[in-house]
Nanobody, 130 residues
Framework: QLQLVESGGGLVQPGGSLRLSCTAS????????IGWFRQAPGKEREGVSC????????IYAEPVEGRFTASRDNNRNTVYLQMNNLEPDDTAVYYC???????????????????????WGQGTQVTVSS
């Protein structure tokens, strides 16, 4: 069974922090770029971060740049998203996803559009509210 599972979401006050985890089973993430996406009610699912299989030079969408940090522990087959200084606009379901085989063939590619991703987790809710 091939799957990605997110965890770590919850309710936090503005300015608080959460760390999300994305763990793969049935396949290795060691050489696969992983994206983080989020979807707020009534809005499109949007990319927030992408991290290469190597862990080098993760990229971030402008609204989260400087506040979120992606990292990975390939030995644990897990990718993380550290979210600091959370804002109410960060409220969303957060998803991790693995790039598809075409992107895997280009190890320097780290896309932020969901069309390039082939396997998704179920999502974890993040709510930022006072």
């Amino acid at each position: 069974q091939l799957q990605l599972v997110e965890s770590g979401g919850g309710l936090v006050q503005p300015g608080g922090s959460l760390r999300l985890s994305c763990t793969a089973s049935g396949f290795s993430l060691a050489n696969i770029a992983i994206g983080w996406f989020r979807q707020a009610p009534g809005k499109e699912r949007e990319g927030v971060s992408c991290i290469l299989g190597s862990g080098d030079n993760p990229i971030y969408a402008e609204p989260v740049e400087g506040r979120f940090t992606a990292s990975r522990d390939n030995n644990r087959n897990t990718v993380y998203l550290q979210m600091n200084n959370l804002e109410p606009d960060d409220t969303a379901v957060y998803y991790c996803a693995a790039v598809n085989s075409r992107v895997q063939a280009v190890p320097i590619m780290c896309p932020m559009s969901r069309e390039w991703y082939g396997r998704w987790g179920q999502g974890t809710q993040v709510t930022v509210s006072s």
